[in-house]
């Protein structure tokens, strides 16, 4: 299978609402990375994790290495969240070469 | 401002023309890399270089080459262009001891083969 599968591959929800988007590996892995690509196409680093939790505002992201998944929370959703997320982890260490899941398209409506 | 930069922005072509994509960063990182998006969104690597030397070549196709000065900067030539380019490519920096922390992509390079 794909060493990151990335799920849903689409979520809408309305503006306030909150959710959560995931990622599994088939191996455990050194660390994640989620980026959000916005409509003009630019991939923003939201997170990097190599263990445990962190957040930032209204997004939160956990990495279970052991479990071998991840997740990006997102509470209090707002326009500005529409875009892709993508998960990315790096299977081959010092290289920097990312394998990235498929992306979930998040949608906000008002 | 530090960042990763990228031109052209958007380019169209026909099939069989040679396209040559510019990429820097002023990050001072030591780390470069050029990756291909394609129309469903799928993101794969294609190249990667550290302080001018080539360390991942994914399998791609002999016309892509990637042409790095210094550190800070790294080309993307396609010779012959086939209608299966037509993609976004993104480059992006990184420190080669940090790898997962200080990743940072430029907005990307639009092609269309036609």
């Known amino acids: 299978g794909m060493p990151v599968e990335q799920n849903p591959p689409a979520l809408s929800l309305y503006e306030g609402a909150e959710s959560g988007l995931r990622c599994n590996f088939s191996t455990t892995m050194k660390g994640v990375q989620w980026f959000q690509q916005n409509h003009r196409g630019r991939l923003i680093t939201l997170f990097y994790l190599a263990q445990g939790t962190k957040e930032n505002g209204r997004l939160k992201s956990t990495f279970n290495s052991k479990e071998r998944y991840s997740t990006l929370h997102i509470k209090d959703a707002q326009l500005e969240d529409s875009g892709t997320y993508f998960c990315a982890v790096d299977m081959n260490y010092n290289q920097g070469k990312l394998i990235f899941g498929q992306g979930t398209k998040l949608s906000i409506k008002p | 401002e530090t960042a990763v930069f990228q031109t052209p922005n958007y380019h169209v072509t026909q099939v069989g023309n040679e396209v040559s994509f510019n990429c820097k960063q002023t990050l001072g990182h030591d780390t470069m890399y050029w990756y291909k998006q394609d129309s469903k969104k799928l993101l794969k690597i294609m190249f990667s270089?550290?302080?001018?030397?080539?360390?991942v070549n994914e399998t791609v196709p002999r016309r892509f080459s990637p042409q790095s000065s210094d550190k800070a900067h790294l080309n993307l030539r396609i010779k012959s262009v086939e209608p299966e380019d037509s993609a976004v490519y993104l480059c992006?920096?990184?420190?080669?001891?940090?790898?997962?922390?200080?990743?940072?992509f430029g907005s990307g390079t639009r092609l269309l083969v036609i």
């Open positions: 992006a920096s990184s420190t080669r001891d940090r790898v997962n922390s200080d990743y940072t």
């Open positions: 270089y550290n302080n001018k030397q080539l360390i």
